[in-house]
């Protein structure tokens, strides 16, 4: 069997050498690009099954190159991690709008990223094997059943809700804006995106206790939280 191919498109000397480590160590084989052109070039070149993409970089963005490969047929589908210092929280979320899969914030424990990068490498590798039971929080979606239930109760959410739900259970702890959720759990249906406020309301009400979860992202939007604060 081949070996996974990891695109590391990192600026940092110091980064790019315990990436290269770990990911060595798991098993992968790396290829490393210390600027934007060159690490596209790469990835449109070697078609790696993952990309570890820095979002400052010199020549070309993170952003850019996210876009670029999510344009093109062939890169579409590459599953990316963005890295991203803390400063620039609001870029992550631009990052999602232009399609990174995932993302750690610098500074990032390895094990965390290794993680994450199982996560994704299994998603590509069976997408048709998305779970269709996700749980978190108490809460416990079965989506072949559209079912949702909060400690074993079932509750009754609108379709809308329902993919809201999901969008933000599949991912714990994202922050999504408004438009993300807009985007991928509205769908095809016209809404204004303040219209989300109101099904996430909604949404809330009927988790009862659960709905705490769901909490609300000053300036940005809502993210799932398993775990509360203080618990
Ligand atoms: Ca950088």
Known sequence: MAQTKILV???????????????????????????????????QMRLPDL???????????????????????????????MLTAKAE?????VGFAVGADDYVTKPFSV???MQRIKVLLRRAAN?????????AGGIKIDKRGHEVSVH??????????????ETMMRQVGRAFTRHDLMESAVGDTIVLERTIDVHIKALRRK???????????????YRFQAERKGN
């Not at 929280?89 to 979320?93: I, L, P, Y």
């Not at 988790?207 to 939007?221: C, D, H, K, P, S």
């Open 9 to 43: 498109v990192e600026d940092e000397p110091s980064l790019i050498e315990v990436l290269t480590y770990n990911l060595q160590r798991e098993g992968y084989e790396v290829i490393v690009a210390k600027e934007g052109r060159e690490g596209l070039r790469k990835a």
């Open 127 to 135: 997408p048709e094997l998305e779970s269709d039971i996700i749980e």
């Open 207 to 221: 988790l009862g206790v659960a709905g705490q979860r769901i909490e609300t992202v000053r300036g940005i939007g």
């Open 111 to 113: 094990k965390v990223l």
């Open 152 to 165: 074993g109760e079932r509750v009754q959410l609108t379709p809308t809700e329902f993919r809201l739900l």
């Open 51 to 81: 990309i570890i993409l820095d979002l400052m970089l010199p020549g070309m963005s993170g952003l850019d190159i996210c876009r670029e490969l999510r344009a093109s047929p062939r890169t579409a589908k590459l599953p990316i991690i």
């Open 89 to 93: 929280e609001t870029d992550q979320v």
